[in-house]
């Protein structure tokens, strides 16, 4: 592969990974409202979303929407690790902010 057409491939999965940041955000919303509302399997759901959001998002050049990610993926842990969200919804929410607004 030429490097000509290596950049047209990785400019297309930009574009695609960029065409489908707003459903995994309106999923990521979704299960953050799960959590509200008790739904402690929705913890798990929001931190795989999170993670590609993180990893992905590194690979394909949004370098401060995994960073934003990475953050909240930290969180989420913390939450999975002590089991729940407890105190920690707010933080939650508002890192879940931060990663939108670096989308």
Known sequence: ????????HL?????KFAAGLPQML???????AALRAG???ALTGLRFIVHRLNGTG????FAALSSAAAALEERLDACSRAGGV???????AEGLAAVKAAA
């Open 26 to 32: 309106a999923e990521a919303e979704a299960l953050l």
């Open 1 to 8: 592969m030429t490097q000509d057409a290596l950049q047209v």
């Open 86 to 92: 407890g105190e920690d919804l707010a933080a939650i």
């Open 11 to 15: 400019d297309r999965l930009r574009a």
């Open 39 to 41: 739904d402690g399997e």
């Open 58 to 61: 590194g690979t394909m050049g």
